[in-house]
């Protein structure tokens, strides 16, 4: 069986802002190495996503303690046996009751204001807010697809 494969998203903000830029106010360039590794040291939130219907709020914790931050979020591809229907849920290990939220719903939702937010006030030398670390827990060809079309929406 392949490994699952590991894939780092630069920043969550990055996936929000690409379809949001042409909302924002022209605005200088931010300062060269901003972003570039070790211009800012971080906190890890690792498996910052409920698990077995507990810790709904690690995401609150984890914008608590300060920007930027680094979010992990392990995704995993379940089907659903009653329905067929497969889907991304965010989980660590099997086994899946179908009631795992999806990236979409509990992470992209959750720092929308955030990202809403840091737009508004156009501040691009405190970008990236978040990084967006991704655990594949399965790589299914559809598993990809799902998250690539996620990752995608405006």
């Not at 570039?36 to 690690?58: E, F, I, K, Q, T």
């Not at 849920?89 to 939702?109: M, N, Q, R, V, W």
């Not at 970008?127 to 405006?154: F, M, Q, Y």
Request: charged share 25%; net charge neutral.
């Amino acid at each position: 069986m392949p490994r699952p494969l590991s894939l780092t998203v630069l920043t969550a903000a990055f996936a929000l802002l690409v379809g949001m830029a042409h909302h924002a106010a022209p605005q200088a360039p931010p300062r060269a190495g901003a972003g570039a590794p070790g211009a800012r040291v971080l906190l890890d939130a690792h498996n910052c996503y409920p698990d077995g219907g507990r810790w709904s709020d690690r995401i609150d914790r984890a914008l608590a303690t300060g920007l930027p931050v680094a979010i992990e979020q392990d995704l995993a591809w379940f089907r659903d046996p009653r329905s067929g229907v497969s889907r991304s849920i965010l989980a660590h290990a099997e086994p899946y009751t179908g009631a795992e939220p999806s990236l979409k719903d509990h992470f992209f939702e959750r720092i929308r204001p955030v990202v809403e937010q840091a737009l508004r006030d156009g501040r691009r030398e405190t970008w990236p807010l978040v990084v967006l670390n991704l655990d594949l827990k399965s790589n299914e060809p559809e598993h990809h697809a799902a998250i690539w079309e996620t990752l995608g929406k405006r």
